[in-house]
């Protein structure tokens, strides 16, 4: 059974069938999106289930031409690095949709922009087409802006044209790249091709590597958003739509440290050596600085927004330490991050519902007035912060266990960024929730049941992912291991092994990779 | 006796059938002056279909290369750019009708100016011989100078005298380049100019002042920076429907006599007009696309991004042979519908009288009416190059042909001015989706033109999609024969 290609478009069915039923009630509206996006969360299940642990390479993998005469294909598979990236995103979208119970207009058009949106970030996860990338890459900017465009608050067109504009600035490089990729494929191979598994196969002169390695990294550090390029982030993230927030800061800039595990690594593995240290100072910049001018914020959003930028410091951090922890770590940071942020602005989206404030100077008090809210804020500021025995714990030990590995300085330095976290946090937790309340919001609503429904699944994940995360570990280890070795062994190569050794260690991993597949289903 | 040459009709069959309608349609308004217009809507349109299939049918045609004594190519190049100007062509009639009949000015000349103007089109990209591309080149442009003026508004007879008397201008140019071809190689044959050339029996100084005043000749009609001066003022002045056809038509027309020209008579001579081409693309491409952020009308908002799109066929160009022709063949096709589809909804939306061109005038209307709005956003989404429509693969394949014919510099020139062209498309949406309506006004609610409209929007999807469908054919179209 094709299970990846069913995951990405159902959602996209979805979509269809909601623009097509012009009468649809609201309620009507949100029922379908919801069904289609739980339905698919079951097919993420399933795929998990189909998922063997031991395999490093590409599972489930689906090729159908779509212009042959360039070699470009439908080309899907997963593994360790996108497999519980696929899950996240089929858990998040649902939560997602329950946060948006409180849209009262155009609500059929919002519904089906969210499925098309989870069809777009699956389909950039799963792909391993180059181009079939890019395409589900940048289709995902669409929905997204007129969702943020749309629905959100304030200053929302400057913020949704300020996201759109930034993240295709930053994906026209890597378009750029593609194509030269792809003519490097006419050259060397004969016949061009946008397949990964033939590009990794190239022999690439460093310097072109190096541009090429700068190209991918625009594009996906502007996603990520690594500093300095961030500035978009906190504009759209406090603008959105909750469940705009959600979607983006779960999902969407997890796209970008994806990108680099996947392509930067993969493709370009010198030029990665190279640009490492470079990246993890930036990443280490990134880490602190976000933490510092989340501190000062007064805007709750914002400051959850600045937070998402320390914090995929950290994953980039340990995306470039180039080492198994680190990069494993990487990974498990960005489910971590997934679930954690996109409880916070689940939380914030119920509280501004209420309050209609994002303010925290306005709020206060609240613990007293909506107890379960502020429970709910608490345990995912606990989680954010990484408190052992909740997610981002062993996310961020193993990153920064893997940062002293690579270079202790940075590792010191970004443990900084652990401790200014707690700080902020537990200061909105304060000033929204504790203090005296102000008269107005007396008798608010607490928590209501299709809210629990959205909390108690994420935080029962999060508390699982805290006691044993090797359910998790299990299937990323492999690929990190995979890639990491990929890595190291050009590393080795410049420091003055035989150079025949670069192509013999290049086919033994693409036979690696390419012979448990014949095995599977 | 004198020796004729054979006279071989099919290869130009489907000119014939096109002015044959032309003529009945022309003839048959005089003598029939109360007949309902939709007699020679439908007389036209099948016109425009026997045309199509005549042009299909020359897809398999073997035999000689050129027909006519070598006035014009028999090629497969031929029937595809027949095909993209008759599917142009159709659609034009369709809105032309539509919008005449609702503005009261209907007129039963409309239909045989299309008609004419699609015959110069035709056989602007199937010459074989610099003389028969001038004459194509005049038929197309006087249809199109008089289409131009149809409307009474002032901006409609502003538009055609500007257009007219810029347009001679520009004929002049690309006639003396025709006489500089002759002089450099005493042929006016493109196969005997290339031969000339290669066989370096020609003058060269002369040739490339050939190239160059033909290049200018193209340049305008393509409207490529710095010959694009009328084009704002055509596109916003003549009545919409004529836009929508023109904009498609004329390009690309203009651009498969361009390839023709520049890759057979100057074939031997490529080295020389990379370069121009590469500066008109670069040009085109930054001054389109910024200048279009500065406009408050979308008619002139589009014409300027019309420029812009100019420069990415140019981009495309810069290869010379079968890659950049491809390349650009589907640019081509990819800007057609999109903008043809552009200005129909623009049609629908700015009322009887054009008042209501304005961007302004498409705040919120996605409130008012989520079709228009829909269907708008698909075409601004392909002109701007987003996955995943017809624009994307375009802008994908001209920038590989560019690659491969090592133009980085250009390659990268037109990818920020993409991302810049893409803020005047988003204003678009941003306008339909986000801003609070002004006026209670509703668009044209008449089905026919919605459901024409809806015909370039499923194209640009399903070339956006799947592709594979037509670059087979494109492939094997990008070998001229001659």
Known sequence: MPWLTALIFLPLAGMILLALWRGASDAQARAVALLVALADLVLALGVVGAFDPADSGYQLVEQVDWVSSVGLSYLVGVDGFSLWLVVLTAFITPIAILSTWGIATRVRLFMALTLVLETCILGSFLALDLLLFFVFFEALLVPMFLMIGGWGSGRRVYAAVKFFLFTMAGSAFLLIGIVYLWFETVQQFGQGSFDIRRIEQLSLATTTQRWLFVGFFIAFAVKVPLFPLHTWLPDAHTEAPTAGSIVLAALLLKAGPYGMLRFNLDLFPEASVTFADAIGVLAVIGIVYGAIVAMMQSDVKRLVAYSSVSHMGFVILGIFTLTPEGSSGAVLQMVNHGLSTGLLFFAIGMLYERTHTRDMGEMGGLATVTPWIAATFLVASLSSIGLPGLNNFVGEFLVILGSFGADRWLGAVAVTGVVLGAIYMLWAYQKTFHGPEPERHRGLLDIVPHEVAAVVPVIAVMLFLGVYPNVALDRINPSTEGVVTWVSSVEQDQDGLPGGLRVKVQEDYAQAIAAPQEGSP | ?482
């Open chain 2, 1 to 482: 006796m004198i020796d004729t040459p054979p006279v071989e009709l099919a290869p130009i069959a489907p000119e014939l059938i096109l002015a044959g309608a032309a003529i009945i349609v022309l003839l048959g308004g005089v003598v029939f002056p109360r007949l309902d217009r939709l007699v020679w809507l439908f007389v036209s349109l099948a016109g425009v279909a026997g045309a199509a299939a005549a042009s299909i049918l020359l897809w398999d045609r073997d035999g000689s290369l050129t027909a006519l004594a070598g006035s014009v190519a028999v090629d497969r190049f031929g029937v595809v750019v027949r095909l993209i100007v008759l599917g142009v062509a159709a659609i034009g009639l369709l809105y032309g009708h539509h919008y005449l009949e609702r503005s009261g000015e209907a007129r039963a000349e409309f239909y045989p100016l299309v008609l004419f103007a699609a015959v110069g089109m035709t056989l602007f990209s199937i010459s074989a011989d610099l003389i028969v591309a001038f004459l194509a080149l005049e038929i197309l442009s006087l249809s199109l100078y008089v289409l131009t003026g149809l409307s009474q508004r002032l901006g409609s007879v502003e538009g055609a005298m500007k257009y007219f008397l810029l347009g001679a201008f520009s004929s002049a140019f690309f006639l003396f380049g025709v006489a500089m071809a002759y002089g450099a190689t005493g042929s006016t044959s493109l196969s005997a100019i290339s031969n000339a050339l290669a066989g370096e029996t020609g003058s060269v100084a002369l040739a490339l002042t050939a190239v160059g005043l033909l290049a200018v000749g193209f340049a305008f009609k393509v409207s490529a920076v710095p010959f694009h001066m009328w084009t704002p003022d055509v596109y916003q002045g003549a009545p919409t429907a004529v836009t929508a056809f023109m904009s498609a038509g004329t390009k690309v027309a203009a651009f498969a006599a361009l390839m023709r020209v520049f890759n057979v008579a100057f074939q031997p001579l490529t080295w020389d007009w990379q370069p121009i081409v590469w500066a008109l693309a670069a040009i085109s491409v930054v001054v389109g696309s910024v200048l279009a952020i500065a406009q408050t009308d979308i008619k002139r908002m589009l014409a300027y991004s019309s420029i812009s799109h100019a420069g990415f066929v140019l981009v495309g160009l810069t290869a010379a042979g079968e890659v950049g022709i491809s390349a650009a063949l589907f640019y081509l096709v990819a800007y057609a519908v999109a903008v043809i589809g552009a200005f129909g909804v623009v049609m629908l939306v700015s009322g009887r009288g054009e008042q209501r061109t304005s961007l302004s005038a498409y705040a919120g209307l996605a409130a008012r009416s989520p079709l228009a709005a829909g269907l708008l956003t698909v075409f601004m989404l392909s002109l701007a190059g987003i996955p995943p429509t017809a624009g994307f693969i375009a802008k994908v394949s001209v920038f590989s042909a560019a690659v491969e014919a090592g133009a980085w510099p250009l390659v990268l020139i037109g990818v920020l001015a993409s991302v810049i062209a893409a803020f005047f498309y988003l204003r678009v949406i941003v306008l339909m989706y986000m801003r609070d309506p002004e006026g209670a006004t509703e668009p044209d609610p008449s089905l026919l033109p919605r459901l024409t409209v809806a015909v370039p929007a499923l194209a640009v999807l399903v070339l956006g999609l799947f592709p594979g469908l037509v670059i087979g054919f494109l492939d094997s179209a990008a070998v001229l024969r001659w």
